[in-house]
T-cell receptor, first 113, second 112 residues
Framework: DTEVTQTPKHLVMGMTNKKSLKCEQH?????MYWYKQKAKKPPELMFV???????INESVPSRFSPECPNSSLLNLHLHALQPEDSALYLC????????????FGPGTRLTVT | AQSVTQPDIHITVSEGASLELRCNYS??????LFWYVQSPGQGLQLLLK??????LVQGIKGFEAEFKRSQSSFNLRKPSVHWSDAAEYFC??????????FGAGTRLTVKP
């Protein structure tokens, strides 16, 4: 299984809502990532988990809260988002031992109203 | 600082024509280099990667790339483009453990 899955595919939420994005991989990878991608832009790194510990937080606002319950799962909890947070949120995984390619999920299209 | 530059924002080629997408990197050591492709609203798919060894790398979908250290380049090529190749292409460099920096992307349009 060489797939990274993400749910939901689309999400519309109000600025007072709380929601979560989910990401799962069964490749035995030990590094997992959250990226934010605006239209016509490259992905921007948000968070990196390495061996289930947060290793990189790229100064992301606290309204985004990552969680890595186990080595296969990665969540992104959303609370009190702003309309400018509307974007494609991509999850990726990598073996986690040194530099390697990352495998991306299909993304969640988030719209904040 | 490590960075990746894709000089061409948008390229249009005719179906069946050859393609070359440019990528230049700035990195002190031997870089880990990647090309990804993204169709609209989709995730990124790895086309090929370079870590070391043979500087001409073969990838999926008939793509290849050549690492040229003297020019700090890693250009992507395809001898004959198909309409299904229309997409956004990102060059990326691996920096430190578990980190990757992307270029701004090149959008490829294929004319019938």
């Amino acid at each position: 299984d060489t797939e990274v899955t993400q749910t939901p595919k689309h999400l519309v939420m109000g600025m007072t809502n709380k929601k979560s994005l989910k990401c799962e991989q069964h490749m035995g990878h030990r590094a997992m990532y959250w990226y934010k991608q605006k239209a016509k832009k490259p992905p921007e790194l948000m968070f990196v988990y390495s061996y289930e510990k947060l290793s990189i937080n790229e100064s992301v606002p606290s309204r985004f809260s990552p969680e890595c319950p186990n080595s296969s799962l990665l969540n992104l909890h959303l609370h009190a988002l702003q309309p400018e947070d509307s974007a494609l949120y991509l999850c990726a995984s990598a073996p986690g031992v040194g530099l390697s390619e990352q495998y991306f999920g299909p993304g969640t299209r988030l719209t904040v109203t | 600082a490590q960075s990746v530059t894709q000089p061409d924002i948008h390229i249009t080629v005719s179906e069946g024509a050859s393609l070359e997408l440019r990528c230049n990197y700035s990195y002190g050591a031997t870089p880990y280099l990647f090309w990804y492709v993204q169709s609209p609203g989709q995730g990124l798919q790895l086309l090929l990667k370079y870590f070391s060894g043979d500087t001409l790398v073969q990838g999926i979908k008939g793509f290849e790339a050549e690492f040229k250290r003297s020019q700090s380049s890693f250009n992507l090529r395809k001898p004959s483009v198909h309409w299904s190749d229309a997409a956004e292409y990102f060059c990326a460099v691996g920096v430190n453990n578990n980190d990757m920096r992307f270029g701004a992307g090149t959008r490829l349009t294929v004319k019938p």
